[in-house]
Protein backbone atom coordinates (compact mmCIF):
# COMPACT_ATOMS: atom_id res chain seq x y z
CA UNK A 1 0.00 0.00 0.00
CA UNK A 2 1.81 3.15 -1.28
CA UNK A 3 0.74 5.96 1.49
CA UNK A 4 1.84 9.76 1.69
CA UNK A 5 1.38 11.60 5.32
CA UNK A 6 0.87 15.25 5.75
CA UNK A 7 0.36 16.17 9.26
CA UNK A 8 -2.92 14.49 10.44
CA UNK A 9 -4.02 13.35 7.22
CA UNK A 10 -2.38 10.05 5.57
CA UNK A 11 -3.18 10.10 1.16
CA UNK A 12 -3.34 5.88 0.41
CA UNK A 13 -3.20 5.28 -3.37
CA UNK A 14 -5.82 3.14 -4.78
CA UNK A 15 -5.73 2.07 -7.88
CA UNK A 16 -5.47 5.47 -9.75
CA UNK A 17 -7.47 6.80 -7.13
CA UNK A 18 -6.08 9.02 -3.94
CA UNK A 19 -7.54 8.61 -0.92
CA UNK A 20 -7.20 10.57 1.99
CA UNK A 21 -7.30 8.98 5.69
CA UNK A 22 -7.59 11.20 8.05
CA UNK A 23 -6.28 10.98 11.92
CA UNK A 24 -4.78 7.84 11.17
CA UNK A 25 -3.60 7.34 14.57
CA UNK A 26 -6.76 7.55 16.13
CA UNK A 27 -7.45 4.62 18.41
CA UNK A 28 -10.48 2.63 17.00
CA UNK A 29 -10.43 -0.47 19.50
CA UNK A 30 -8.44 -0.09 22.68
CA UNK A 31 -6.32 -2.60 24.06
CA UNK A 32 -8.27 -3.28 27.04
CA UNK A 33 -8.41 -6.28 28.88
CA UNK A 34 -5.11 -7.55 27.23
CA UNK A 35 -6.83 -7.06 23.46
CA UNK A 36 -4.85 -5.53 20.66
CA UNK A 37 -5.17 -1.95 19.63
CA UNK A 38 -6.14 -1.18 16.95
CA UNK A 39 -6.00 2.40 14.87
CA UNK A 40 -7.79 3.64 11.85
CA UNK A 41 -4.64 3.31 10.13
CA UNK A 42 -4.54 -0.51 11.11
CA UNK A 43 -8.09 -0.58 9.81
CA UNK A 44 -7.73 0.87 6.49
CA UNK A 45 -4.66 -1.37 5.81
CA UNK A 46 -6.59 -4.10 6.82
CA UNK A 47 -9.26 -3.38 4.10
CA UNK A 48 -6.80 -2.69 1.41
CA UNK A 49 -5.44 -6.14 1.71
CA UNK A 50 -8.74 -8.16 2.01
CA UNK A 51 -9.91 -6.28 -0.50
CA UNK A 52 -9.92 -8.55 -3.77
CA UNK A 53 -11.33 -11.14 -1.37
CA UNK A 54 -14.25 -8.86 0.15
CA UNK A 55 -15.23 -6.58 -2.76
CA UNK A 56 -16.97 -9.73 -4.92
CA UNK A 57 -19.26 -10.51 -1.62
CA UNK A 58 -19.93 -6.26 -1.76
CA UNK A 59 -20.18 -4.86 -5.66
CA UNK A 60 -23.50 -3.86 -6.75
CA UNK A 61 -25.23 -4.80 -3.35
CA UNK A 62 -26.94 -1.83 -1.19
CA UNK A 63 -25.02 -1.33 2.09
CA UNK A 64 -25.84 -0.43 5.76
CA UNK A 65 -22.76 1.10 6.97
CA UNK A 66 -21.92 0.80 11.19
CA UNK A 67 -19.37 3.60 11.96
CA UNK A 68 -17.78 3.94 15.15
CA UNK A 69 -15.76 7.70 14.54
CA UNK A 70 -14.82 7.30 18.36
CA UNK A 71 -13.98 4.51 18.62
CA UNK A 72 -15.37 1.57 20.38
CA UNK A 73 -16.09 3.50 23.57
CA UNK A 74 -18.24 6.53 21.35
CA UNK A 75 -21.33 6.13 19.94
CA UNK A 76 -22.40 4.26 16.81
CA UNK A 77 -23.98 5.18 13.98
CA UNK A 78 -26.35 2.67 11.77
CA UNK A 79 -25.91 4.59 8.43
CA UNK A 80 -28.48 3.68 5.26
CA UNK A 81 -28.90 7.14 3.43
CA UNK A 82 -25.45 8.58 2.21
CA UNK A 83 -24.49 11.48 3.18
CA UNK A 84 -24.09 14.27 0.48
CA UNK A 85 -20.37 14.99 1.46
CA UNK A 86 -19.43 11.53 0.32
CA UNK A 87 -17.35 12.21 -3.32
CA UNK A 88 -19.02 11.84 -6.33
CA UNK A 89 -17.43 8.55 -7.14
CA UNK A 90 -19.19 6.83 -3.85
CA UNK A 91 -21.60 5.30 -6.03
CA UNK A 92 -25.29 5.53 -4.86
CA UNK A 93 -28.57 3.45 -5.11
CA UNK A 94 -31.57 5.14 -4.05
CA UNK A 95 -34.11 2.07 -3.07
CA UNK A 96 -37.97 2.31 -1.75
CA UNK A 97 -38.94 1.90 1.72
CA UNK A 98 -41.92 2.80 3.84
CA UNK A 99 -43.05 5.97 3.25
CA UNK A 100 -40.16 7.30 0.64
CA UNK A 101 -36.67 6.31 -0.23
CA UNK A 102 -33.22 5.75 0.83
CA UNK A 103 -30.17 6.20 -1.03
CA UNK A 104 -28.04 3.44 -0.09
CA UNK A 105 -24.02 3.81 -0.63
CA UNK A 106 -22.72 0.65 -3.09
CA UNK A 107 -18.87 0.00 -2.32
CA UNK A 108 -17.68 -1.26 -5.79
CA UNK A 109 -14.00 -1.07 -5.09
CA UNK A 110 -11.07 -0.94 -3.17
CA UNK A 111 -10.97 3.15 -3.61
CA UNK A 112 -14.64 2.96 -2.04
CA UNK A 113 -13.74 0.45 0.99
CA UNK A 114 -11.14 2.69 1.81
CA UNK A 115 -13.19 5.63 1.45
CA UNK A 116 -15.87 3.99 3.84
CA UNK A 117 -12.70 3.05 6.67
CA UNK A 118 -11.66 6.56 6.92
CA UNK A 119 -15.46 7.09 7.91
CA UNK A 120 -14.51 4.66 11.01
CA UNK A 121 -16.99 2.12 9.04
CA UNK A 122 -15.70 -1.12 10.67
CA UNK A 123 -18.67 -2.85 9.44
CA UNK A 124 -20.22 -3.26 6.58
CA UNK A 125 -23.54 -5.01 6.12
CA UNK A 126 -24.92 -5.70 3.08
CA UNK A 127 -28.55 -6.47 1.25
CA UNK A 128 -29.05 -9.99 -0.08
CA UNK A 129 -29.86 -8.57 -3.29
CA UNK A 130 -28.28 -6.44 -5.65
CA UNK A 131 -29.06 -2.99 -6.59
CA UNK A 132 -30.50 -3.86 -10.51
CA UNK A 133 -32.99 -6.77 -8.99
CA UNK A 134 -33.55 -5.26 -5.65
CA UNK A 135 -36.61 -7.59 -4.98
CA UNK A 136 -34.76 -10.82 -5.74
CA UNK A 137 -32.04 -11.82 -3.25
CA UNK A 138 -29.47 -14.05 -4.45
CA UNK A 139 -28.66 -15.54 -1.16
CA UNK A 140 -30.48 -17.11 1.93
CA UNK A 141 -28.94 -16.34 5.60
CA UNK A 142 -29.61 -18.35 8.11
CA UNK A 143 -28.23 -16.56 11.70
CA UNK A 144 -27.58 -19.24 14.32
CA UNK A 145 -27.90 -17.49 17.69
CA UNK A 146 -26.86 -19.22 20.91
CA UNK A 147 -27.93 -18.28 24.43
CA UNK A 148 -24.71 -17.66 25.39
CA UNK A 149 -21.12 -18.38 24.47
CA UNK A 150 -21.58 -22.21 23.78
CA UNK A 151 -20.17 -22.95 20.31
CA UNK A 152 -19.95 -26.18 20.35
CA UNK A 153 -24.15 -26.13 20.01
CA UNK A 154 -23.51 -23.56 17.48
CA UNK A 155 -21.26 -26.16 15.51
CA UNK A 156 -23.88 -29.16 16.31
CA UNK A 157 -26.99 -26.58 14.79
CA UNK A 158 -25.13 -25.56 11.96
CA UNK A 159 -24.61 -29.71 11.01
CA UNK A 160 -28.08 -30.03 11.48
CA UNK A 161 -28.82 -27.32 9.47
CA UNK A 162 -26.55 -28.58 6.68
CA UNK A 163 -28.39 -32.54 6.49
CA UNK A 164 -31.52 -30.59 5.82
CA UNK A 165 -29.96 -28.48 3.43
CA UNK A 166 -28.33 -31.25 1.37
CA UNK A 167 -31.57 -33.89 1.06
CA UNK A 168 -33.05 -30.40 -0.20
CA UNK A 169 -30.54 -30.23 -2.54
CA UNK A 170 -29.39 -26.88 -1.86
CA UNK A 171 -25.89 -26.07 -0.88
CA UNK A 172 -24.76 -23.85 2.16
CA UNK A 173 -21.70 -22.43 3.34
CA UNK A 174 -20.62 -21.24 6.74
CA UNK A 175 -19.72 -18.08 7.81
CA UNK A 176 -18.12 -17.18 11.46
CA UNK A 177 -19.35 -13.60 12.49
CA UNK A 178 -17.30 -12.44 14.81
CA UNK A 179 -19.49 -12.32 17.56
CA UNK A 180 -21.56 -15.01 18.81
CA UNK A 181 -22.76 -16.97 16.40
CA UNK A 182 -22.38 -18.65 12.79
CA UNK A 183 -23.92 -18.06 9.52
CA UNK A 184 -25.08 -20.39 7.26
CA UNK A 185 -25.35 -18.95 3.52
CA UNK A 186 -27.32 -20.50 0.74
CA UNK A 187 -26.81 -19.11 -2.95
CA UNK A 188 -29.97 -18.90 -4.94
CA UNK A 189 -30.40 -18.31 -8.62
CA UNK A 190 -33.58 -17.01 -10.35
CA UNK A 191 -36.00 -14.51 -9.59
CA UNK A 192 -37.19 -15.42 -6.30
CA UNK A 193 -39.00 -12.53 -4.07
CA UNK A 194 -38.15 -11.46 -0.59
CA UNK A 195 -41.40 -12.81 0.57
CA UNK A 196 -40.69 -16.34 -0.67
CA UNK A 197 -37.44 -16.85 0.37
CA UNK A 198 -38.34 -15.66 4.26
CA UNK A 199 -40.74 -17.50 3.72
CA UNK A 200 -39.36 -20.68 2.30
CA UNK A 201 -36.50 -20.09 5.12
CA UNK A 202 -39.16 -20.05 8.34
CA UNK A 203 -40.29 -23.04 6.97
CA UNK A 204 -36.69 -24.77 7.02
CA UNK A 205 -36.02 -23.54 10.44
CA UNK A 206 -39.06 -24.68 11.82
CA UNK A 207 -38.65 -28.16 10.56
CA UNK A 208 -35.67 -28.36 11.96
CA UNK A 209 -36.37 -26.73 15.60
CA UNK A 210 -39.83 -29.39 15.34
CA UNK A 211 -37.42 -32.05 15.33
CA UNK A 212 -34.94 -30.58 17.92
CA UNK A 213 -37.11 -28.86 20.47
CA UNK A 214 -35.32 -28.83 23.30
CA UNK A 215 -32.29 -27.83 21.51
CA UNK A 216 -33.55 -25.05 19.00
CA UNK A 217 -36.24 -22.44 18.76
CA UNK A 218 -37.52 -20.11 16.07
CA UNK A 219 -38.85 -17.94 19.10
CA UNK A 220 -38.51 -14.27 18.38
CA UNK A 221 -38.94 -13.57 22.20
CA UNK A 222 -35.36 -13.96 23.94
CA UNK A 223 -37.87 -15.14 26.69
CA UNK A 224 -39.32 -17.62 24.76
CA UNK A 225 -36.35 -19.02 24.29
CA UNK A 226 -34.75 -20.38 27.25
CA UNK A 227 -31.12 -21.80 26.91
CA UNK A 228 -32.12 -22.89 23.22
CA UNK A 229 -30.29 -21.72 20.08
CA UNK A 230 -32.02 -19.38 17.94
CA UNK A 231 -32.29 -20.46 14.64
CA UNK A 232 -33.21 -16.32 13.40
CA UNK A 233 -33.74 -16.08 9.46
CA UNK A 234 -35.55 -12.21 9.73
CA UNK A 235 -32.51 -11.36 7.29
CA UNK A 236 -33.97 -12.73 4.31
CA UNK A 237 -36.82 -9.85 4.53
CA UNK A 238 -36.72 -6.67 2.27
CA UNK A 239 -34.37 -4.36 3.21
CA UNK A 240 -32.65 -6.20 6.15
CA UNK A 241 -29.03 -6.69 5.79
CA UNK A 242 -26.26 -9.47 6.92
CA UNK A 243 -22.52 -8.84 7.85
CA UNK A 244 -21.02 -8.91 5.27
CA UNK A 245 -17.97 -11.55 4.77
CA UNK A 246 -14.42 -10.52 6.02
CA UNK A 247 -15.98 -7.28 7.79
CA UNK A 248 -14.70 -6.25 10.50
CA UNK A 249 -16.89 -6.10 14.22
CA UNK A 250 -17.25 -3.54 17.00
CA UNK A 251 -15.60 -5.92 19.36
CA UNK A 252 -12.13 -5.68 21.47
CA UNK A 253 -9.59 -7.15 19.44
CA UNK A 254 -11.16 -5.99 16.02
CA UNK A 255 -12.26 -9.87 15.44
CA UNK A 256 -13.81 -10.29 11.48
CA UNK A 257 -16.71 -12.06 10.14
CA UNK A 258 -14.98 -14.87 8.04
CA UNK A 259 -15.82 -17.85 5.30
CA UNK A 260 -14.86 -21.05 6.39
CA UNK A 261 -15.30 -24.50 5.23
CA UNK A 262 -17.31 -27.09 6.75
CA UNK A 263 -14.33 -28.89 7.34
CA UNK A 264 -12.87 -26.19 9.27
CA UNK A 265 -16.18 -25.46 11.40
CA UNK A 266 -14.91 -29.14 13.31
CA UNK A 267 -11.38 -27.98 13.97
CA UNK A 268 -11.58 -26.91 18.07
CA UNK A 269 -9.73 -24.11 17.23
CA UNK A 270 -12.49 -22.15 14.98
CA UNK A 271 -14.83 -19.91 16.95
CA UNK A 272 -16.84 -16.61 16.10
CA UNK A 273 -13.79 -14.76 17.01
CA UNK A 274 -11.11 -17.02 15.93
CA UNK A 275 -10.08 -14.69 13.16
CA UNK A 276 -9.12 -10.76 13.42
CA UNK A 277 -7.50 -8.06 11.48
CA UNK A 278 -4.33 -9.35 11.93
CA UNK A 279 -4.70 -12.57 10.60
CA UNK A 280 -7.98 -13.22 8.57
CA UNK A 281 -6.32 -12.13 5.51
CA UNK A 282 -4.33 -15.54 5.44
CA UNK A 283 -7.58 -17.10 6.16
CA UNK A 284 -9.25 -15.20 2.77
CA UNK A 285 -6.65 -16.28 1.01
CA UNK A 286 -7.46 -20.35 0.77
CA UNK A 287 -10.79 -19.02 -1.29
CA UNK A 288 -12.96 -21.32 1.44
CA UNK A 289 -16.06 -20.46 -0.60
CA UNK A 290 -14.49 -20.45 -4.47
CA UNK A 291 -16.93 -22.15 -5.51
CA UNK A 292 -20.18 -21.01 -3.47
CA UNK A 293 -21.77 -18.29 -6.10
CA UNK A 294 -21.63 -21.28 -9.28
CA UNK A 295 -23.61 -23.31 -6.98
CA UNK A 296 -26.98 -21.63 -6.76
CA UNK A 297 -30.38 -23.12 -6.88
CA UNK A 298 -33.61 -22.40 -7.28
CA UNK A 299 -36.28 -22.91 -4.30
CA UNK A 300 -39.25 -24.29 -6.45
CA UNK A 301 -37.66 -27.89 -6.50
CA UNK A 302 -36.10 -27.53 -2.62
CA UNK A 303 -40.05 -26.17 -1.64
CA UNK A 304 -41.01 -29.55 -2.78
CA UNK A 305 -39.00 -31.69 -1.26
CA UNK A 306 -39.12 -29.82 2.07
CA UNK A 307 -43.02 -30.48 1.62
CA UNK A 308 -42.25 -33.85 1.10
CA UNK A 309 -40.18 -34.28 4.41
CA UNK A 310 -43.15 -32.20 6.34
CA UNK A 311 -45.79 -34.95 4.76
Not at 8 to 19: C, D, F, L, Q, Y
Not at 57 to 68: D, K, N, Q, S, V
Not at 159 to 183: F, I, N, Q, W, Y
Not at 196 to 202: I, K, R, Y
Request: glycine share 8%; hydrophobic share 40%; with cysteine.
Amino acid sequence: MNARSDGGTRTVRAGRRPVEVHRPDKVLFPGDGGAPEYTKGDLVAYYRAVAPYLLPHLRGRPLMLERHPDGLGGPVFMQKNTPEYYPGWIRRVELAKEGGTVTHAVCDDTASLLYLADQACLTLHRWLSRADRPDSPDRMVFDLDPAGDDFDAVRKAAHLLKELLDELRLPSAPMTTGSRGLHVVVPLVGRPGYDEVLSFAHDVAGTLAAAHPDRLTTAARKKDRGDRLYLDVQRNAYAQTAVAPYTVRARPGAPVAVPISWAQLDDPRTGPRRWTIADAVEQARTRPWADVASRGRALGPARRRLAALRG
